[in-house]
């Protein structure tokens, strides 16, 4: 029987789901990755020109990036890190937290993985956001320096999307790297270890804190030396879910290239032995004995992979130096956070910026060598320090609401977009760029362990 040959992306949708149309129209602004800042640079996309086809292409099988594929449940970077936190992310944290409230499924920052899939799919649908899903792209069309076309394989078969301008969200640089602009991995031949999320169930009746748990793993170390190579970790944060009690922590680690499936492979395969290892120490604790593992991942969580070589690099020295720049168009809000796969426990080292925030450009998000290309969350440009620090998802949310605004104007001008006028649009659609001026949160809850000294809790001393 032969079938007729299809020239959409996908099938029509009648269910409220916005599908894709046809290949050969352009899109104004593409966006690969459906995370934390695919989701941001999507709505900042269609906030600054709300009649534009904006179209998210996401290579797994939902939106929410880290929060639904990794297992982190938690939006870093979402308050500043002193004493008494500020809101450091505006009106795009508002709207997302405000569904996830009316759904009964966050806990301050915290959030229910599963019911933040179906939040995202309305929050995108009701901004007339296309999503194309279990597509990964695989190359791209270039033309007089710029990226007119990016090529996915879907399930049937490669194809070209065509576009305006482009926002990389992958956090892997696929878009970037696959297109031909210029990227880099990791920073200065290193690159930040990633961690496997475990979350644990059955301890209803116990009472689990990070130092309970790294006690007793230092003990079982001491009485089995040979635990030191197979669970190099002692010690992590504790996210408490509160409607199942649930722990999810980050333990289970390893060092591995992001780029290669053979790397990524071997890592998924150790991190779940390590898992079960954790598991059978901890189920000797009083009100662990019936702990079980709800589920590792699903994917590894990888903290560092490529970067996009942008205008402008972040660096150290100007979070710690806070540094202001005239083109600020998100704020940081979180440590930098070096995990050390190369010295012995695997310790990680967090550094406070002043005043618990600091600054980024807009230039680090602006490919420098494809004008219509911009980046967010993981892919943006920092050092080894500064991308520790930029990459969490509460900052992603803010990065990528500033990159898909440039993008959009980009789209509609045809010319780099003014600074002044990305932060004037950011500020019209409650973006907050004045770290100075940050209003105080009523409420903060952080992950078990993160109120500890970290250098000091986390090491596992």
């Known amino acids: 029987m032969l079938l007729q040959q299809e020239n959409t992306l996908t099938a029509p949708f009648t269910n409220g789901v916005v599908a894709p149309r046809t290949s050969s129209e352009p899109y104004d602004v593409v966006v690969v990755g459906g995370g934390a800042a695919g989701v941001g640079a999507a709505i900042g996309a ?30 870093c970077g979402l308050y500043s ?8 992310v505006g009106s795009i944290w508002t709207e997302l937290h405000s569904r996830l409230v009316a759904e009964g499924l966050t806990f301050c920052q915290h959030v229910d993985p599963e019911g933040l899939k179906h939040v995202l799919d309305d929050l995108i649908a009701s901004y007339g956001i296309e999503v194309l899903l279990h597509c990964t792209v695989v190359g791209g ?41 210029s990227t880099r991995y990791g920073n200065h031949g290193q690159v930040n270890m990633g961690s496997l999320a475990t979350r644990f169930g059955g301890l209803i009746n116990a009472n689990p804190t990070s130092a309970l748990w790294r006690d007793a793993i230092q003990a079982a170390k001491v009485a089995d030396p040979a635990l030191k190579k197979i669970i190099p970790r002692s010690v992590g944060v504790l996210i408490k879910l509160p409607a199942s009690g649930d722990i999810c922590t980050y333990m289970a680690s390893a060092m591995y290239d992001a780029r290669s499936s053979a790397s990524i492979s ?22 662990h004995e019936n702990m079980y593992l709800v589920s590792s991942g699903p994917n590894f969580g990888t903290r560092e992979s490529r970067h996009i070589n942008a205008r402008y690099q972040l660096t150290e020295a100007d979070i710690f130096g806070g540094q202001d720049f005239e083109d600020t168009v998100a704020v940081g809000a979180w440590y930098t956070e070096w995990h050390d796969g190369s010295k012995e426990d695997w310790p990680i080292l967090f ?12 230039r680090c998000l602006h490919s420098i060598d494809t004008p219509n290309l911009f980046c967010a969350g993981r892919c943006a440009d920092g050092d080894q320090a500064a991308s520790s620090a930029i990459r969490v998802m509460g900052t992603a949310l803010a990065t990528g609401q500033a990159a898909g605004t440039a993008a959009a104007v980009r789209a509609s001008t045809d010319n780099d977009p003014d600074p002044q006028e990305v932060r004037r649009l950011l500020l019209k659609h409650g973006a907050l760029l004045d770290r100075h001026n940050l209003v105080k949160a009523v409420h903060v809850e952080e992950p078990e362990g993160m109120n500890l000294s970290h250098n000091e809790a986390l090491r596992g001393h």
Do not use: W
């Open 46 to 75: 269609k906030q600054t020109a709300p009649q534009s086809r904006v179209l998210i292409v996401e290579s797994e099988a939902c939106l929410g990036g880290a929060a639904t594929h990794r297992g982190v449940l938690s939006y």
């Open 266 to 287: 071997a890592a998924e395969k150790q991190g779940r032995m390590q898992a079960k290892v954790y598991l059978d120490i901890l189920r000797k604790l009083p009100g």
């Open 141 to 181: 069309e270039r033309r007089n320096g710029e990226l007119t076309a990016i090529e996915v394989q879907e399930r049937r078969g490669r194809r070209m999307i065509r576009g305006k301008a482009f926002v990389d969200c992958s956090g892997d640089g696929d878009l970037a790297c696959h297109a031909g602009a």
């Open 81 to 88: 890190v002193e004493p008494e936190p500020r809101r450091a």
């Open 351 to 362: 550094r406070e910026p002043p005043e618990g925030t600091f600054e980024i450009p807009l």
